[in-house]
């Protein structure tokens, strides 16, 4: 086995448990939603706050590490899938560190002050909205790293950017309709 593979091993482990962690974590949260129950939703929010910096910021960052390593020692950073790669890795790195961290910390702080209150749920809806984009870019990039296109892949790049926007429509747009909420 050579240092290439190692590093590839460790570089796919890190973004299997970065992504597949999660999801699982935004997936409990829509199917507490699509229930109405509370409870299991703020459960949801709350290991995800719990786990955020202790777990799925290492594992992100040892993600970026890892294809880092890779890409200077063997691949390069001139190929359009690196590109697309580090684009889409800066993108779900700052929803993370700029809606996910500071939005959990301020639910965090107004469940601990005055309990669960329409406006905490109201906040737990956007959070969750933001997640459904977050994760349409992570698809890209997991699609990205696995079919490497380059500029002649046009459907394949067309895809990509219609999977963006349909997951930035469910988000900001049509999540009211793909999630109802418990009335």
């Known amino acids: 086995m050579d240092w290439y593979s190692i590093v590839k091993f460790l570089h796919i482990t890190s973004a299997v448990l970065w992504v597949g962690g999660g999801f699982v974590l935004f997936l409990l949260g829509v199917l507490a939603e ?15 706050g719990q786990l ?13 590490i890892f294809g880092l390593i890779m890409c200077g020692f063997w691949v390069g950073f001139s190929e359009l899938w690196i590109i697309i790669g580090l684009v889409g890795y800066a993108t779900t790195f700052s929803i993370g560190m700029f ?4 939005t959990g910390e301020r639910m965090g702080a107004m469940i601990a002050k005055e309990g669960v209150t329409p406006a905490v749920l109201a906040i737990g809806r956007r959070m969750m909205s933001a997640a459904r984009f977050d ?3 992570m698809l890209v990039i997991i699609a990205d790293m696995v079919l490497k296109p380059t500029a002649q892949d046009l459907g394949i790049l ?14 900001f747009g049509g999540s009211r309709m793909m999630v109802p909420s418990a009335a």
Do not use: D, H
């Not at 229930?35 to 995800?48: D, P, T, V």
């Not at 955020?52 to 970026?64: E, H, I, K, N």
């Not at 067309?158 to 988000?171: P, Q």
């Open 135 to 137: 994760y349409a870019v």
């Open 99 to 102: 809606i996910f961290k500071p």
């Open 34 to 48: 699509r229930a109405g129950n509370i409870e299991e939703k703020l459960q949801a929010m709350r290991a995800s």
């Open 52 to 64: 955020g910096g202790r777990f799925f910021a290492p594992m992100s960052m040892l993600t970026l």
């Open 158 to 171: 067309a895809g990509m950017a219609l999977v963006v926007v349909l997951g930035a429509g469910l988000a």
